[in-house]
């Protein structure tokens, strides 16, 4: 279609309640496209239903209104019009030749139903719309007009001009891509009826911790600007702009040119991807037979191949019918398979590439009963097209001492055979190995992942008991197996000297063997406190049980989260609560546990020979491991706070500490810096930051998701599956993430949907594969399964040829 004119079909949204059908010469309309940039035009509506002089908020708009179409290149330049009089709506001739409307009005029923008949004819035809602050009240009675605005204001929103903060989501829209992420500004801030987020494609946010929100606030997600493609044509809405100051401000100026700029066509913009219909959600296996593992096992972990193909493993864990085996005096105690599976999209069939015997198949009841070793991770070689080399981070079933109830970790390479789609057992080089104890549940981690210097980074939990500390610090020293302590982390997570509780980096050599790349956290050769302390595999340690993490190539930042403790609340003689945490990682450190958690809140430590009573506190700042299970260093780095960390009471708790730095803990004098999150039953799952491609298929997740960062939880009701933003100045020091959106409708959620999110990444066609776990602990199931998201939206709006001639 040429760029001069969108020719309208018939009218296919709602109509406006009671109002007759639209006056069939005006579906005739065509919404000009001048030839040139500068011959655009727009028009400034200002017309309100209340008597008297326009309001002084009118007249400072449109003058900015009006500078705006002078500003800027003169490809990008307009024409203004503004007008109070409604009858332009019924003047076809004369509203074709407008490429977007703005509505400066100050609310009420502003147009007769001929009136709005004309503007939806407009829309029709592929006509802008922009809607300013009040706005959002015109015509309050009209359904159509109400899809139009996207929202409208509840009545009881304050009024009272105050200064909050903008969260500037969207980076790449006209409106909001030269705005900062963090927008201080004056206004006056509208609370919506019903929150429009997911039905419109929400840019900006007001943070309402910034300010008082009144009864009926909108929560921490509260949308003040949005677009989305309606009805044929292009709608804008910002509720700000309530203040004469407003157009005065340079940047609220660039907000509205950007929004000018996509509603005239004079620039494209992508006002698709966060609506919820723009997503589809597939499920990929099928229900295992009965009996059998042989769609998917337990599910434990996913990668994708260049090729599309999904490898996914199960941990051990067989079907529900077969019995478990939890008697040590047997020599198969905890036997299963650890299976890998691979999911290929040409043909959309599952195939059991493999099974390792792995000591993870018991489950439930107990502590000292049920265990969480089995198949832990899977990567794939930078390389695979070539090699085929498959990593496996498990834990064999052949390696455990029922004596003493120790067992070998290791992380192994073995091949994929091109030809036969079978993983060749016989191939298996050993990497590296520790030894772990099996007495005692839990903490296992597993994940694992790839930076682009050919790095591997293995994430390991504690291999800690979860009991012994009241669901405080896991550093009771007293209770051991046969000499091996199994209730204090401060013996793995806190120890230099041993791999469990860490995340580990190595780097893959081709004979099957690794050496360490610089800049871990030790080298093994530290010659304090008389050397031989250290391993030099460490990157991270002080961390609990790291399920899953990832690498963004593109800045080779770590990314990870760790699931926390078991204390409901925050105790004033232990420490925090439960806090399950994800972090930025830019250069080794130390996190923390199970010394300090969250933002450096500190643990007690625990007495002997009775450690139920109190100690003084940990100092985050000089740790020291001085517990009789140490073989390590005694004073450790410093601890880096977390970015996100999340309580069942809420996001972020913070407390007044005293003048030594110590939290009170009190629940009552708790302030939430992270309103978005919300715990209880908790588990961390962390996610990939997403990268756009430009050269994957349409259903590629869409490229305003690029730089996000998916942080998520294994649970579903309050707890988090969210996208977000962190500063780079400061997330590598435990800065607060400075922007969050949800991605609940779009990951769906729910018994149905992907209850139990267990992994998640980006395949090489840009769309999302996630494993659900299933509905069942230590076992697969009829819901056990893997999924695959895609974008289904389309691309940027107005497609090229409808763009004004002259547009950049």
């Not at 682009?452 to 896991?474: P, V």
């Not at 998701?705 to 997330?731: E, H, I, M």
Request: proline share 7%; glycine share 12%; aromatic share 10%.
């Amino acid at each position: 279609m040429a760029a001069g004119a969108v020719i309208a079909g018939a009218l296919s949204a709602p109509s406006a309640s009671a109002r007759p059908a639209p006056d069939p010469a005006l579906t005739t309309m065509s919404v000009k496209s001048p030839p040139g940039g500068a011959n655009v035009r727009v028009l400034i509506f200002y017309g309100s239903a209340a008597d008297g002089p326009e309001a002084p908020v009118v007249n400072a708009g449109i003058e900015a209104v009006e500078k705006i179409g002078l500003s800027g290149s003169a490809a990008q330049r307009f024409k203004v019009e503004a007008t109070g009089d409604a009858s332009v709506f019924t003047n076809e001739t004369k509203l074709g030749r407008f490429n977007a409307i703005v509505f400066l009005t100050g609310g009420g029923d502003v147009l007769d139903p001929e009136q709005e008949a004309g503007l939806e004819a407009y829309m029709e035809a592929g006509g802008g719309f922009v809607g300013i602050h009040d706005a959002a009240r015109a015509e309050p009675y009209s359904d159509w007009f109400t899809g139009l605005i996207g929202a409208r204001p509840a009545s009881t929103s304050p009024t009272n001009i105050q200064r909050a903060t903008v969260e500037v989501g969207d980076r790449q829209h006209p409106a909001t891509k030269d705005l900062p992420v963090q927008w201080k500004r004056p206004d006056q801030w509208l609370n919506w009826v019903k929150n429009p987020s997911g039905d419109v494609h929400t840019v900006a946010r007001v943070r309402e911790s910034t300010y008082q929100p009144g009864e009926s606030k909108n929560g921490w997600d509260h949308p003040v600007s949005w677009c989305r493609d309606y009805d044929g044509g292009r709608s804008f809405y910002t509720g700000m702009g309530g203040t004469v100051s407003s157009y005065d401000e340079t940047e609220f100026r660039t907000h509205l040119r950007g929004a000018l700029l996509w509603t005239t066509r004079l620039a494209q913009a992508d006002c698709k991807a966060t609506i919820n219909a723009s997503y589809k959600a597939e499920r990929l296996t099928q229900p295992n037979q009965p009996g059998l593992n042989d769609q998917i096992g337990e599910p434990h972990g996913l990668v994708t191949a260049p090729d599309g193909r999904v490898l996914s493993i199960g941990r051990g864990g067989a079907d529900s019918s077969r019995p478990v085996i939890t008697d040590w005096n047997n020599p198969d105690v905890g036997k299963g398979k650890g299976e890998i599976h691979v999911y290929d999209p040409k043909t959309k069939k599952v195939t059991l590439a493999g099974e390792l015997t792995v000591f993870g198949n018991k489950g439930g009841g107990d502590e000292l009963i049920k265990v969480e070793e089995g198949l832990l991770g899977i990567e794939i070689d930078p390389r695979f097209e070539q090699n085929g080399w498959v990593y496996l981070h498990y834990t064999p079933h052949s390696q455990i001492n029922r004596d003493t109830r120790m067992a070998e970790r290791r992380v192994s390479r073995f091949t994929l055979d091109s030809a036969t789609g079978n993983l060749d057992l016989s191939s298996e080089k050993v990497l590296l190995k520790w030894p772990v104890q099996i007495h005692s549940c839990c903490h296992a981690g597993g994940g694992m992942a790839w930076d682009s210097k050919g790095n591997l980074y293995i994430a390991t939990g504690d291999n800690n008991s979860s009991r012994f500390s009241d669901g405080y610090s896991g550093n009771n020293p007293v209770p051991h197996y046969k000499g091996v302590s199994f209730a204090d982390a401060r013996r793995t997570a806190g120890n230099t000297n041993n791999l469990n509780g860490k995340i580990l980096r190595i780097h893959p050599e081709p004979d099957g063997t690794y050496t360490l790349p610089e800049g871990n956290l030790f080298t093994g050769e530290e010659t304090a406190e008389g050397g031989g302390k250290t391993r030099g595999e460490i990157y991270v340690m002080g961390v609990r049980n790291p399920a899953r993490i990832a690498v963004d190539k593109k800045t080779d930042t770590l990314y990870a989260g760790w699931v926390g403790p078991d204390a409901g609340a925050p105790s004033t003689t232990w420490g925090p609560a439960k806090y399950d945490t994800f972090a930025v990682i830019t250069k080794a450190g130390n996190r923390g546990w199970p010394y300090c958690m969250g933002n450096n809140q500190p643990y007690r430590d625990r007495n002997l020979p009775d450690p139920t009573k109190p100690l003084g506190w940990y100092d985050c700042d000089h740790p020291k491991n001085e517990s009789p299970n140490n073989d390590g260093l005694v004073n450790l780095p410093p601890v880096t706070g977390s970015n996100i960390w999340y309580s069942p009471q809420g996001g972020a708790p913070d407390y007044p500490r005293d003048a030594n730095g110590i939290p009170s803990y009190k629940q009552e004098e708790a302030t939430y810096l992270l309103p978005w999150l919300k715990g209880g039953g908790q588990a961390a799952m962390n996610g990939p930051v997403y990268r756009y491609d430009a050269t994957s298929p349409s259903d590629a997740w869409p490229s305003y998701w690029d730089g996000k960062w998916f942080v998520g939880d294994f649970y579903d009701a309050d707890q988090p599956r969210n996208a977000v933003l962190t500063d780079p100045k400061t997330q590598g020091d435990g800065g607060l993430p400075i922007h969050s959106e949800s991605l609940k409708k779009i990951v769906p959620i729910g018994n149905d949907g992907i209850k139990n999110l267990m992994d998640w990444k980006f395949g090489p066609d840009g769309a999302l594969y996630v494993l659900d776990y299933g509905r069942g602990f230590f076992t697969s199931d009829s819901k056990s399964a893997l999924w695959k998201v895609t974008y289904t939206g389309g691309g940027a709006t107005p497609t090229a040829d409808q763009l004004a001639r002259g547009a950049q």
